[in-house]
C-alpha cells in the first residue's frame, strides 16, 4: 500500500476562521476537497484575537522560540473538518488586533512584514510538532507566506517541497532592507536574484524564486504576469520561470454556495424550479428600499477599490441607470471611491443601493436576488463573483481578462465545443465598453424566454472543487515522485 500524501497549506486567512477575501475561501475549500481525494490536508495561519477568544481552539503545549529575541509563539490545534486539523500560530503582540491586515483607520499595520515574516518563520518550526507523518508539500499562499519558500529550502535535505500559489501579482509584499536580519536568512538570499526589488526586498519574490512550483490561479492570468502590464515589475522573473509556473482555477464550495440549501436567502431555488429567485429578488428590493417593478437588478459583492473596476462604475453611473436597470454594490474599500459612490446613492435613490461593509448573509442574498452580476475588474486573477453568480442564476457581465476570461462564455460569441454562452463580456477598460456589455444584458433580460434559460442552464455550470483539487493532487505528486 503506497503512503498516504500529505500537505500543509499556510494562508494569512482561512474561511470561515478569518477572512478578507477569496484568499480565505480557496484555503477553507481547497483542502477538504483535496481530503475527498485521499490527499491528508492540514492548514495553519496565525493567532488572530478573534479566533483563539471562539474557545475552538486547544494549546498544544508547545513554545516555539522564533529569533530573532527570541520571541515565542505558541502552537494551537482544532479542526477545520473532521478529516482537515487547523493550527494557529499565536503571537498576541502580531496578531491580536482589530483586523486582519488593516487597522481601525483602514490603514495597513505598519509592521505588516515583520508580522508575517514571523508566522512564516514559526509555521516552518511548527512542522516537526503536527500530529501524523510530516508534509511532503507546504502549499503557501501569497506574499504572507512568500518566505516559507526559502525557509523550507533552509531545512535541508528531507525538508517537505514548497509550492507557492500567486493570488494577486499586484500585492508584491514589501519590505525595508533593514528588515534583513529579522527575516534571518543567509546574505545570498538578498541579491538581485533573490529576494531584492528596486532597493526593497519582495516577500511574493521569495515565493516566486524559491518555491519547487508555482501556481496562480486561472490559466489567463499564468500568461498575463509574464507581461508587462501585468507582471508589476516581476514579468521577467516570471518568464524565466515559467517553466515551473501552472495556472489553475479555483473552485467554488458547492455546499456552501447552493441556492437550494443556502440558510442565508429567504426562499431556496435550484434549477428545476426558479420560482424562489424571484421571491428573493423581490424580497431584497422591499428590504432595500427600491421599487419593485419589471427592471432587472445588477449586483455587485466587491472591494470597493481601482483593481476591481469601481472607477468604471463611477464614470458609467448616469448612462447606466438611462438603460432602466438598478444596482446595488456591497461592499467596503478605498474612502475615494466609497464616498463617490454614496454620491451617486444620494442622487439615484430609487435606482441604487450601497451597504459599505460586508456580511456574509448578505452577500449570498445579493447573488440570489441579482438578475445579473457586475466584474468590470482592471485586472482579475480569478474571481470568485462570477462563479457564485453562476450557481445562482445571476447572469455575469465581465471584462475578459484574467480567470473571468476563463469562466464566462460570452454570449455574443461562437463556442465551437457546443456549450451554452453563460454571460456578456467585454475586453476595453472604459466605461462605453461597460455600457455596451451591461446594454446587451438588459435586452436578454427583455426576451423573458431567451433570459430564463440562459439562467437556468448557468447553475448547472460546473465549477466545483472537484477538477482543480485533481489537478493540484497530481502537481503534488509529481513533484514527490521527481524528488
Known amino acids: 500500500m503506497s503512503k498516504q500524501l500529505k500537505i500543509l497549506i499556510a494562508s494569512s486567512e482561512v474561511s470561515p476562521v478569518a ?118 508539500i507546504v502549499l503557501a499562499n501569497d506574499w504572507q507566506t512568500g518566505l516559507i519558500m526559502p525557509y523550507l529550502l533552509e531545512l535541508g535535505p528531507g525538508a517537505p517541497k514548497g509550492v507557492f500559489v500567486i493570488h494577486n501579482q499586484g500585492f508584491l509584499g514589501l519590505a525595508g532592507p533593514e528588515l534583513r536580519a529579522e527575516i ?19 516577500f511574493l519574490k521569495a515565493g516566486i524564486v524559491y518555491s519547487r512550483a508555482l501556481v496562480t490561479v486561472s490559466p489567463t492570468y499564468a500568461k498575463e504576469i509574464q507581461t508587462p502590464e501585468e507582471g508589476h515589475g516581476l514579468d521577467g522573473l516570471l518568464r524565466e520561470y515559467s517553466f515551473k509556473l501552472h495556472g489553475i482555477l479555483n473552485g467554488v464550495d458547492g455546499d456552501v454556495w447552493n441556492p437550494a440549501t443556502d440558510p442565508h436567502i429567504p426562499y431556496n431555488y435550484s434549477a428545476e424550479n426558479m420560482e424562489g429567485k424571484k421571491r428573493c429578488k423581490d424580497s431584497f428590493l422591499l428590504s432595500a428600499g427600491l421599487p419593485e417593478g419589471p427592471a432587472p437588478l445588477f449586483g455587485m459583492v466587491s472591494r470597493l477599490t481601482a483593481q476591481k473596476g469601481i472607477g468604471l462604475i463611477l464614470e458609467a453611473a448616469p448612462d447606466f441607470f438611462k438603460l432602466g436597470a438598478k444596482l446595488a454594490i456591497l461592499g467596503s474599500g478605498e474612502p475615494w471611491f466609497q464616498d463617490s459612490l454614496v454620491k451617486i446613492a444620494r442622487e439615484y435613490p430609487k435606482n441604487f443601493w450601497l451597504d459599505l461593509g460586508f456580511s456574509v448573509p448578505l452577500s449570498h442574498r445579493i447573488y440570489a436576488a441579482s438578475d445579473f452580476i457586475l466584474a468590470p475588474s482592471a485586472y482579475e486573477p480569478c474571481g470568485l463573483s462570477q462563479l457564485y453568480a453562476l450557481r445562482y442564476g445571476a447572469i455575469p457581465v465581465v471584462r475578459a ?30 466605461p462605453r465598453a461597460l455600457l455596451r456589455a451591461c446594454r446587451r444584458a438588459v435586452e436578454l433580460y427583455g426576451r423573458t424566454g431567451d433570459f430564463q434559460t440562459m439562467a437556468r442552464r448557468n447553475t448547472r455550470e460546473d465549477f466545483s472543487w472537484n477538477s482543480s483539487a485533481l489537478t493540484y493532487n497530481s502537481l503534488f505528486l509529481n513533484l514527490v515522485k521527481s524528488a
Open 19 to 136: 477572512q478578507t477575501g477569496g484568499l480565505a475561501e480557496v484555503a477553507g475549500s481547497l483542502p477538504l476537497a483535496l481530503s475527498a481525494l485521499g490527499t491528508g490536508c492540514a492548514v495553519i495561519m496565525p493567532g488572530y484575537g478573534q479566533a483563539l477568544a471562539s474557545g475552538k481552539f486547544a494549546d498544544m503545549g508547545i513554545s516555539l522560540s522564533v529569533e530573532p529575541g527570541p520571541r515565542t509563539a505558541r502552537l494551537y490545534r482544532g479542526q477545520l473538518s473532521p478529516t482537515t486539523p487547523l493550527y494557529l500560530i499565536r503571537h498576541d503582540p502580531y496578531f491580536d488586533r482589530p483586523g486582519v491586515y488593516l487597522d481601525e483607520n483602514k490603514e495597513p499595520y505598519p509592521d505588516n512584514p515583520s508580522r508575517f515574516a514571523f508566522f512564516s518563520k514559526a509555521a516552518v518550526q511548527a512542522i516537526p510538532h503536527l500530529e501524523g507523518e510530516p508534509p511532503d
Open 184 to 202: 534571518g536568512l543567509p546574505e545570498s538570499f538578498y541579491g538581485v536574484q533573490g529576494l531584492e526589488y528596486h532597493g526593497l526586498l519582495s
Open 401 to 430: 481578462i484574467g480567470g473571468l476570461n476563463d469562466t464566462v462564455r460570452d454570449f455574443a460569441g461562437a463556442n465551437p465545443d457546443g456549450r451554452w454562452d453563460t454571460g456578456f463580456k467585454f475586453g476595453a477598460y472604459n
